[in-house]
């Protein structure tokens, strides 16, 4: 990464993908390598001012808090090369069963007095069956929506029937933490145990529950540029409405332990390209933030970010909650929703940036060459 001045050609494109974006268009694949592709310093703050922008457009000054409890912890028969919480591997991470009410309860009682939206139930297993285990789940869940503290939000692995999805959501489940982690291309570097398709069925699963999905990856796990590019389409694709951005934080004892952590600038150009490609969703950044971001913390928003993972990782600290309520005001921006119901995300035409396009809108290349009003002017 060089420091230099803004290149005026660059800046041109920049401001011209960016307006597209504010106009309610999209970006190509192809426009997205080449944003990820930006070196200079210069052109990158170029880049994240106009992901603020962008941000404030379909997000104003509201940001999206979630925390989560680790809800069962360790001996994961999973091998993902990034997690502390793997079986395969020697990190002394924390082990129990599945987490009684107590603890739950307390973490929603002090989510609410935090403003934080959504507490998610995170299990370290491979996935959730029917019988007694579904059963404590959706009692859990059952407390917490009683307790009417915040929302309850759960990851808990892959789900490979119909009937667990809709238990889940009759339970009360509104959002479904599930990562893509990666790009498919990059996904077998990661996890061998299962596949990337084993986690595109899942969210099938979900989204005919009715249940909406916190979906996103992992960065710096050695992936390239393109596969980032690819993962925040194929978010696009799935229907993601909030997206985690964690920045991998390497584990000793993980086979991730030795990688060399991403440039500052490199990941805010990250974030800021997933806000290009993904206007209207949440761009949550969760682990690995304070490790990877120091002091520059708070650039995530000029990049774009409109949600916050606050409060401690599964088996990492985070900075105090205090710190990141302060870190908002500072900034003017306000953490209360009255109830987020995502109804920010949805959007008519497709994306030509006409407010009364009526093209069935659709993820597909080519989806503004159906569009009558495009045709006209190109
Ligand atoms: S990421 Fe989840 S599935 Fe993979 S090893 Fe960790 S707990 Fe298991």
Redesign the pocket.
Known sequence: MTAKQVDANNHDQISQLGGRVLDGGHISRVEALWLINLESSGDILDLLSWANRIREKFKGNKIHLCSIVNAKAGA?S???SF?S??AHYQTGAPKYGFVDPEPVAEAGQEAKNNSVTAVGLVA???GLNEGPMLDEVCARVREMKAAGNTRPDVSL?LIKSQTVADRLKEAGVECYGHNLESSRNFFPQT?TTHTFDDRLETIGHLKKAGIKICSGGIIGMGETREDRCDLAFELKAIGANVVPVNILNPIPGTPFAKLAPLPVLEILKTIACFRFILPRQEIMIAGGRTVNLRDTQSMIFMAGASALMVGNYLTTLNQPVEKDLQMLKDLGLDPNWDSHDFSDQEQTGCGCGRGNCETEIAVEKDAQSLCHAAQLTT
């Open positions: 994961c999973e091998n993902c997690c919480q793997s370290a297993w491979k692995g996890c």
